[in-house]
């Protein structure tokens, strides 16, 4: 089995809705700077007009436009920030056979229980390791 887009997960797998459950901080630009992420090959490059810093709770740092900040996050107290966005996740039942996804980055292989199927906000697919949402998601 391979899936492609949303229309290929079984329509009886079990549908939840989640949202990151961690909060970040966020401080200005000190200018032009240059942040290394796991996600992107290319370091990301921050402009100070356009720019605020999110840092997440292990300290590392990446630039977010201010718009689809303030679009993205609600604030929680004075200094920190959760998502407001939700994703829909997929539970891969037991017993389903490894497969392949296609992601906006390339195709994943030996996708498979206890791990999740993730769509994301424009339809896009991904996968999150059972580890990754327990640590990291809350479901609602």
Do not use: H
Not at 4 to 26: F, H, N, S
Not at 35 to 53: C, G, Q, R, Y
């Amino acid at each position: 089995m391979k899936l492609k887009t949303t229309e290929d997960i079984p329509q009886d797998w079990k549908r939840l809705t989640v949202r990151k459950k961690t909060t970040v901080k966020i401080r200005p630009c000190n200018g032009v700077e240059e942040f290394k992420v796991a996600w992107s090959e290319k370091p990301l490059i921050s402009n100070p007009d356009e720019d605020f810093i999110i840092i997440r709770p292990d300290g590392k740092e990446y630039p977010i436009k201010i718009n689809v900040f303030f679009e993205t996050y609600t604030d929680v107290d004075d200094s920190n920030w959760i998502k407001k966005t939700t994703t829909t996740l997929v539970e891969i039942p037991e017993g389903v056979t490894p497969f392949e996804i296609d992601t906006l980055e390339g195709t994943i292989d030996n996708v498979g229980y206890p791990d999740y199927v993730a769509i994301g906000s424009k339809g896009e697919l991904y996968t999150n390791t059972k580890e990754f949402v327990e640590e990291n998601l809350e479901i609602l």
